[in-house]
């Protein structure tokens, strides 16, 4: 009997994990100054980026290869609260800073300010393909 309650419970938790997948993916990579979003997602379908740092006197490259739809792509502050070692930091997001839809081949240069970031992402319409993000010295 125990074994069946068991069952149960991974079958329910699963059954919750598959219904909070629906909508597609949109999947962050990356780190030292790179990033990659790869989106494959249904209209309104959201996703947060990690935080990452910003230095001073910094471009933001943005290039789209979206093969449909539209991606809201949002540069928004973040704030890092540092736990202890054993558990993970928290982060808060903050004001939106940049906003760009992105269709197409869609290419976008612009400075942030100094600091830490949040990349926030909405599908318009169904989406589908890659952005790539770089930031760059001068």
Do not use: H, W
């Not at 903050?94 to 949040?118: H, K, M, R």
């Amino acid at each position: 009997m125990r074994k069946a309650k068991v069952f149960v419970l991974i079958m329910a938790f699963f059954a919750m994990l598959a219904g909070g997948c629906s909508g597609g993916t949109i999947v962050f990579s990356g780190g030292f100054d790179k990033y990659t979003i790869e989106i494959d997602a249904v209209d309104g379908k959201y996703g947060e980026s990690f935080e990452f740092g910003v230095g001073k006197d910094r471009i933001v490259n943005v290039n789209a290869d979206l093969s449909e739809g539209t991606m809201k792509l949002e540069f928004a502050e973040a704030t890092v609260i540092l736990g202890d070692p054993d558990t993970p930091e928290d982060v808060i997001i903050g004001n939106v800073i940049t906003t760009l839809n992105l269709t197409g081949q869609d290419s976008s240069s612009f400075t942030l300010p100094e600091g830490d970031y949040a990349m926030l992402v909405t599908a318009e319409g169904k989406t589908k393909g890659t952005v790539k993000i770089e930031v760059v010295k001068p």
